[in-house]
T-cell receptor, first 112, second 114 residues
Framework: GENVEQHPSTLSVQEGDSAVIKCTYS??????FPWYKQELGKGPQLIID?????GEKKDQRIAVTLNKTAKHFSLHITETQPEDSAVYFC???????????FGKGTMLLVSP | GAGVSQSPSNKVTEKGKDVELRCDPI?????LYWYRQSLGQGLEFLIY????????KSGLPSDRFSAERTGGSVSTLTIQRTQQEDSAVYLC????????????FGSGTQLSVL
């Protein structure tokens, strides 16, 4: 089955800096790659997703890039703010009916 | 409802007791998922429902775990003879259909087995 590796496990940045979280996947058939943000005491919330026919997608301060050949994808957050502090999860699936396989998460801490 | 609702939010139980966790998905969502989140382990898939049927039970860790969904809406996850290693946050998510990958999660049930 699919295996998703996520790095780093923790990331500390200063407010205004950029943050990058990277994930690799094992199943070349995977074609859907979402990112979820989980704040303390809450469930994960979808923040951005990308499909394998697209190399990059942006939404304001966040962007996701995908390299199908290398089987890795990354989340980029620019101009970080304290409210960006949370645990971020990447995931992958082969689409259609298929359960998501999640990475182990990255705890992002943004210091004022 | 406005979002996925889970109850209870916290459950403390003694080893060997049975527990039931409830999930009320977003109205109109036909697909429902249970995940388990252990400290530092990410989200572990348990079971998926499409309507009332469960096409994928592959993630249930043992026969002590079972789940049902009635009326295509509310789902209950039951853990029998709880063990300390069952302590985790149990998350429920729903999506519009089985082919819609966008999951909406509830806030979870924190289960502590003493």
């Amino acid at each position: 089955g699919e295996n998703v590796e996520q790095h780093p496990s923790t990331l500390s940045v200063q407010e205004g800096d950029s943050a990058v979280i990277k994930c690799t996947y094992s199943d070349s058939a995977s074609n859907y790659f979402p990112w979820y943000k989980q704040e303390l005491g809450k469930g994960p919330q979808l923040i951005i997703d990308i499909r394998s026919n697209v190399g990059e997608k942006k939404d304001q301060r966040i962007a996701v890039t995908l390299n199908k050949t290398a089987k890795h994808f990354s989340l980029h957050i620019t101009e970080t703010q304290p409210e960006d502090s949370a645990v971020y999860f990447c995931a992958a699936s082969i689409g259609g009916y298929s359960t998501l396989t999640f990475g182990k998460g990255t705890m992002l801490l943004v210091s004022p | 409802g406005a979002g996925v609702s889970q109850s209870p939010s916290n459950k403390v139980t003694e080893k060997g007791k049975d527990v039931e966790l409830r999930c009320d998905p977003i109205s109109g969502h036909t697909a429902l998922y249970w995940y388990r989140q252990s400290l530092g382990q990410g989200l572990e898939f348990l079971i998926y429902f499409q309507g009332n049927s469960a096409p994928d039970k592959s993630g249930l860790p043992s026969d002590r775990f079972s789940a049902e969904r009635t009326g295509g809406s509310v789902s209950t996850l039951t853990i029998q003879r709880t063990q300390q290693e069952d302590s985790a946050v149990y998350l429920c998510a729903s999506s519009l259909s089985g082919t819609d990958e966008k999951l909406f999660f509830g806030s979870g049930t924190q289960l502590s087995v003493l």
